[in-house]
């Protein structure tokens, strides 16, 4: 054998190591990169439920600052939002249900993106069916139903096509 054709081997071997180098190169950089985007989707993730968050509470701290002790401002409030008024008592019972609806929503929001233990969100359930199941909000809930996404209000009229029977076994245990 020439030593030129001793050179060429090594060559060709030094080639399959480079490649072979270059190979693993490239997949941990694909890992890398994988990994470096599912740390991107949590991290929005994280930051559109602390949006949600920081909007459900502002919205519900303003409300109940603001509102309830100015009949006349709830009164014109609930006017903007579809919803009758009644006495001041009346109105400040509506809009308690009115954010608690903004509460059940972000509940919901949160256990449909995975962000809810399974073990707070049955327990949440029932405290929805129990309130859904209300006559002041069964007559509130047509007023409001389209300030919420399709997905929720498709939530809330299933749970309000519940039979009452079932809304009251959860209600004595």
């Not at 309000?160 to 004595?172: D, G, M, N, S």
Request: aromatic share 10%; hydrophobic share 45%.
């Amino acid at each position: 054998m020439k030593l030129s054709d001793v050179l060429q081997i090594i060559s060709v071997l030094a080639v399959a190591v480079a490649l072979m180098f270059n190979y693993r190169q490239a997949r941990e950089t694909g890992r890398q990169a994988s990994e470096a985007a599912r740390q991107v989707q949590v991290s929005t993730s994280i930051l559109k439920r602390d949006v949600d968050r920081q909007l459900e509470h502002y919205s519900t701290e303003m409300l109940a600052s603001f509102l309830t002790p100015d009949p006349k401002l709830l009164e014109w409030f609930l006017a903007t939002r579809g919803i009758s008024a009644g006495t001041h008592e009346e109105n400040v019972r509506r809009l308690f249900l009115f954010v608690r609806t903004d509460v059940h929503a972000f509940a919901y929001g949160s256990h449909r993106s995975d962000q809810l233990a399974e073990e707070s969100w049955t327990a949440w359930l029932k405290v929805i069916q129990l309130d859904f199941a209300t006559p002041e909000f069964q007559a509130l809930w047509p007023a409001i139903r389209d300030q919420y996404t399709a997905d929720f209000a498709a939530f809330v009229d299933a749970v309000l096509a519940r039979p009452a029977a079932a809304v009251q076994t959860v209600r004595q245990r």
